[in-house]
């Protein structure tokens, strides 16, 4: 942990919420990136919850154990903010009309990187494939394959132990490529995203 | 090698370079199509720009400040509990304040109701346990105290003395919850500590009065009107 960091942390323990931000800024792009992916995409949605668990975070900052990860911390809190969203059935992700005709899912030339253009379509892409998934397996997809964290980090992150971890980014890869390959039943994915994150299916 | 196997190793994202994979991939045409999709889904990840989404820098600092404004300072909730077990054998007298925060017993009642009533000493520890009964698991409550400056919260943390004010944030779980606090009364006089349990936008409120007689204190519990009726 940089000291610079490791001095912000003792501040904002203190109370100092100026230091707080200038702490919650060093990280911003990662935790922002996490949140929007999770949201599939709703930014507005996800800074408004990115927000309320940063405020819990700064309230929670005494029991941040020093020989941790600040981030991997943030990352628990942002995750737990989503669950509890998410969990209340009147709550949804408002994020795409999700077409149910396998000929509507189309996947850009990632190859073709020649404008803004084609990296907005990337997200977009990335944003309602993922938004197909069941939050379990959503949150495990987000974590490896998105923003490239290793197993362990992940694990630790969504507080299950790698075994699991493991088990829901491969189910979850199955069910990405099934739609790729025009295979899966969207129709059903379209209502899987919507259930309970209880209702997932066991690893 | 099988298409059982083949697919395993695809969504693995293990080494695929095998021979028997190759050979497997070049004869099967549903497991070819299987791992075309699946390269593509990689290069769609492997294109996708994560810096794309830090585009309002200042913005969400400021907004994030003006949030902080209204937040508690940061408390010590895990270690609020073993402070408590710590003294808890010095304690000479323990207040159990029970309500039901779905149900009010004699719903609809106006006013204060007394609850309990004990006596103390002056800077002597007083263990107040709130419980809370509910039929359902809570999330994300908040039960706020407000201390007058003649009652204080008895710790040996001095920061925590000091506080006119805390929040409690927590779960509670189906059935009873206890809420456990430590206060003593420091100074001469008569103060009150007011409790509220808040759930989305219901309220629930105690009343606590501390009156100074010499060295002895008394200590009132009270109950307060139902504010909401969703409650």
């Known amino acids: ?203 | 090698m099988d298409c059982r196997d083949v697919v395993k190793a695809i969504d693995e994202q293990i080494e695929l370079n095998e021979s028997s994979f190759l050979e497997h991939i070049s004869s099967c045409e549903n497991c070819s199509k299987y791992y075309a999709s699946a390269q593509k889904l990689r290069a769609l990840f492997s294109k996708y720009d994560k810096t794309l989404d830090d585009t309002f820098g200042d913005d969400f600092n400021n907004a994030l400040f003006i949030r902080l404004q209204s937040a508690s300072a940061p408390a010590d909730v895990k270690k609020f509990r073993p402070s408590i077990i710590q003294i808890a054998s010095a304690l000479l007298f323990t207040l159990i304040f029970s309500v039901g925060i779905f149900y009010f017993s004699g719903a609809g009642s106006t006013g204060s109701e007394l609850v309990s009533s004990t006596e103390t000493e002056l800077n002597a520890p007083v263990r107040i346990v709130l419980e809370y009964e509910t039929d359902q698991d809570i999330e994300n409550i908040e039960v706020a105290f407000v201390l007058d400056k003649g009652v204080r919260f008895y710790s040996k943390d001095e920061k925590f003395r000091n506080l006119d004010g805390f929040i409690w944030k927590g779960n509670l779980k189906k059935g009873k919850n206890e809420i456990p606090f430590v206060v003593s009364a420091v100074e001469e006089g008569s103060w009150k500590i007011v409790t509220e349990a808040r759930f989305e936008g219901m309220s629930h409120r105690h009343l606590i009065t501390f009156r100074t007689d010499g060295s002895k204190v008394a200590v009132v519990l009270y109950k307060l009107e139902k504010l909401s009726d969703n409650i």
């Open chain 1, 1 to 203: 942990m940089k000291n610079s960091e490791k001095e912000l942390i003792k501040l904002a323990t203190q109370g100092d919420k100026r230091a707080f931000c200038d702490l919650v800024s060093m990280h911003r792009a990662k935790l922002r990136s996490f949140s929007v992916n999770i949201a599939c995409g709703n930014a507005t949605l996800a800074d408004d919850i990115l927000q309320e668990a940063l405020v819990k975070a700064f309230i929670s900052m005494k029991n941040f154990e020093l020989r941790g990860s600040f981030t991997t911390w943030l990352w628990r809190i942002i995750k737990n903010e989503f669950i509890n969203y998410l969990r209340d059935p009147s709550n949804k992700l408002d994020t795409f009309s999700i077409s149910t005709d396998e000929k509507d899912i189309e996947i850009p030339d990632p190859e073709n990187s020649e404008s803004e253009m084609i990296k907005s379509d990337v997200r977009e892409e990335v944003h309602r494939l993922i938004s197909l998934l069941p939050l379990k397996l959503r949150t495990a997809v987000i974590l490896v394959d998105i923003q490239e964290m290793c197993y362990e980090e992940a694990a630790e992150i969504l507080e299950i132990s790698l075994t699991a971890l493991k088990s829901r980014v491969f189910k979850g890869r199955k069910k990405l490529v099934e739609i790729v390959n025009g295979n899966a039943d969207t129709r059903q994915l379209s209502a899987d995203r919507f259930r309970s994150i209880d209702d997932d299916e066991e690893e």
